[in-house]
């Protein structure tokens, strides 16, 4: 009977043979995210390793025979962390693009109440052109990244966008949009027009995201930098 | 058959091989492996990646079971995913249709 696949503290892998714990600890080595998702792939990779090794056993191989063909078909690690890598980085784009659109609205709101009290967002666009375009900017990104690594509504035709880029692109106006408003404050600070707390509220949301999204942006950019096991 | 071959057919081979019911990795792996006869040179620690990917796009459907003491993730098609596989079929016959015409040497069709 197959035994419990468990990762150790340590980075082995528990009841399998030392090539495969091997393999899936070079794997997880190229694998960018948080250690829970890491570990969701890595047990199914490490069932099928063990069903593969088993296929080889039946046919008469020795244990440790076995599980290098099993290795050798599931491919090299760096190709197959490549993959991995691939996926978890569009993960991590899809909910970058998810963060930016859930918090856009409630910090916009904001602003709109420090800046232009009493008229609407058209006021500040006519204002201030630049922020439009940023935010326009920063809305299709995010919006093409959603749509390039999810289902796609039917009646949409296909999207051909790197969904790295598009969030990274996000995440850059984003960054650029907090980066002027929190400017423009500043100056009705220095002139003395900055009195409600909704200015102080405004400025901690924007700068909460200028601390989450130039690191999102490396982060999907980055590759892993962890030692192997 | 060569992995660079296959690689963009292979969503729709991962479709096919779910299309009689749930299948966990390892035996789409072997649904692979039997169909072809062991002709495809697959790297098959790629197919895991791809079928997580096919559940992004909302293709399969997949959740953990418990077999034999041992976490296994099994996926199936969703009605999407019948409709991408029914698309990629389409569009496999008349690519196929088409090289083999040429490859065969006949002449080419009069428009």
């Known amino acids: 009977m197959a035994r419990p696949v468990n990762r150790l ?81 569009r993960w991590r784009a899809r909910r970058t693009a998810q963060t930016l659109l859930a918090t856009g609205p409630p910090i916009g709101l904001l602003w709109l109440v420090v800046l232009v009290p009493g008229r609407g967002p058209g006021a500040l666009m006519t204002q201030l052109p630049l922020l439009a375009g940023l935010l326009c900017l920063a809305i299709v990104a995010c919006a093409a990244t959603v749509l390039t690594t999810g289902p796609a509504p039917r009646w949409l035709p296909p999207v051909r966008i790197d969904p790295l880029h598009a969030a990274a692109t996000a995440c850059a106006a984003a960054t650029l949009c907090d980066l002027l408003v929190l400017a423009i404050a500043a100056q009705m600070v220095l002139h003395g027009s900055a009195t409600s707390s909704t200015w102080a509220i405004a400025a901690t949301a924007s700068l909460t995201r200028l601390a989450y999204a130039p690191k999102a942006a490396r982060r999907l950019r980055n590759q892993p930098h962890r030692a192997g096991h | 058959m060569k992995a660079e ?24 792996i072997e649904a692979l492996r039997a169909g072809s006869e062991g002709r495809f040179d697959l790297a098959t620690g790629t197919v895991y990646p791809a079928l997580r990917r096919l559940e992004s796009s909302g293709l399969l459907r997949s959740g953990w079971s418990v077999v034999s003491g041992r976490r296994r993730r099994t996926y199936h098609l969703t009605d999407r995913g019948r409709q991408a596989l029914a698309g990629q079929r389409t569009d496999w016959e008349e690519f196929a249709a088409t090289v083999t015409a040429l490859l065969g040497g006949r002449p080419w069709p009069v428009l």
Request: aromatic letters at 4%.
């Open chain 2, 5 to 28: 071959v296959l690689k963009g057919h292979l969503d729709g081979l991962l479709l096919a091989t779910l299309e009689d019911g749930p299948l966990h990795g390892y035996a789409v």
């Open chain 1, 9 to 89: 503290p340590g980075g082995a892998w528990a009841g399998l043979p030392r090539p495969v714990s091997d393999y899936l600890a070079e794997v997880d080595a190229a694998l960018p995210g948080p250690r829970r998702a890491r570990r969701d792939l890595m047990t199914e990779l490490a069932d099928g390793l063990v069903d593969a090794t088993h296929h080889y056993r039946r046919q008469g191989l020795p244990t440790l025979d076995a599980a290098r063909r099993a290795i050798r078909d599931s491919g090299p690690s760096a190709l197959v962390g490549a993959e991995f890598a691939a996926l978890m980085r």
